[in-house]
């Protein structure tokens, strides 16, 4: 018989996690995972999880009007009243509008949703992960020592006491939390907090004083344990996601609790077989851009005046600058035919220069090009160390270090010698994976250079979207920054989608 396997996202973002879930199909089922309830509260990230559980209602069969949408040519209201079954649907599964887990009003909402589609017996899981400050409050027996302390107070505090919550009211056969490493580092009045989210969260109930329930037994999901022995607490549930496939060095500690009463040790993932994945495969079909300039106006001729003074400017420096400057003659003939700064749509004109299995996962053949492609605006001093870097990095293989930069090129700290800037500009080198996208990615581009010294420009939401594994089809709502946010938060799905694979194997036993 086909399983189905219904799943809440919590904190669930713009969906990365959520994605890789819904996307997975096993032996037995096509897509035995359907979200039955997001929760987000970020008006943005809601506004793209939403759109996305409208695309899936169609799974194969997707309309022409969806990429009519993403081009531009209709408008989001235009797309749901053609479609109004289907988004009705996708407004009940992300609870009507952005709502936050810890408010009265919202929680009242989300729980009544919950208990109702809690009736429905089955295979229940929940996924997502409570923001990461959340776990500096966590000690909430030994907080309440400091003076005028309330707990009850403390948002972020609540957030975590939130997601024990939920586990308690669906009771989930398994379930998945995600989160940055710096919280197996977390330490409340000097003691390491880790190890208490380990037992709360394997007795959630207990954990919120209540008697009975289930408890979980927490899993690691990596297929090496070597991290775990080198003496850092909870070191083992970080995942590498390069080591699964991703183009992306990207590591978070995923913890997988299943349910006591179901006896099987889970499986672990299994190192990608596959060639490593690099940021070229996934970035060299996207249409080559221009970056803008933010200051002093922006046009084609003025940014290729602009690459043109840089040039000049790195040639001077000639060998001081550490690296051969004749090849900038050929960049500067390069950026010539760069005028685009992208539009919402761009077509496509390169092949797609992954392997198979990854082209299968990220082209969609509705979808004839490009979104959220667009690139931002630098001041010339940025788009000056950006062409530099990439120069530098395509001679040497490496991103320069704050004391391989040129004098002349060094930002203006105070203290850019001092040590704290040594990595400050990153280039996502063509034939290794790219380095962890953040969130960060909306406020400065330093850390993500695109490769090409001729594009002179961090990288846009489409091309880190691509580094994260998602799908072209996958669209990300709101301003840029907001796009940007989004992305850098995410879990890779391609990484979610092999997590899935475990949870249905748990729960096919
Ligand atoms: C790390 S991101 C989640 C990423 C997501 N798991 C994914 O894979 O795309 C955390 C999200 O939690 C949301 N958030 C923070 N506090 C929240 C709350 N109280 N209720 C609901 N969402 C919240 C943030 O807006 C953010 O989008």
Redesign the pocket.
Known sequence: MPMNVSVV????????????FSAFSGKRSSYPFRIKLS????VS?HKT?QLRAFYRQFRKNVPLEYYHYLEGKISREQLFSSYSVEAAQAIEETLGG??????KA?DKLIYKQLRNLCKENGHWVV??????QAYSLVGRARNSGIDGYAPEND?RH??YE?YLRVLTTVEPQVFVM???KGILSSKVNGKHIFPTILDDLGNPRRALKKRGGYKYKIYSLSHDDSEGKKGQVGAKYILRAEDYGIPQARHRVILLGVREDISIEPNRLTKSSLPQSTAESVLADCPPLRSGLSKGGDSPDAWLEAVEGAIAKISKIGIKSGIDVEPLISVAKKAKAHTSRGARFLPRKREFRGDEHAASWYLDEGLKGFVNHESRGHIVDDLTRYLFCAEYARQKGGSPRASEFPKALAPNHANWGSGKFVDRFKVQLAGKPSSTIT?HISKDGHYFIHPDPAQCRSLTVREAARLQTFPDNYFFEGNRTQQY??VG?????LL?NQIAKIVYQVLSV
């Open positions: 996202d919590l904190f669930a973002g713009p969906g990365g996690l959520g994605e890789g929760v987000e509260k970020e990230a999880l952005p709502r936050a887990l810890g408010d919202d996924i997502g992960g409570p923001p990461c948002h609540f957030l939130e995600e989160n940055v969130s946010v989004q938060n995410a879990v890779p799905p979610a």
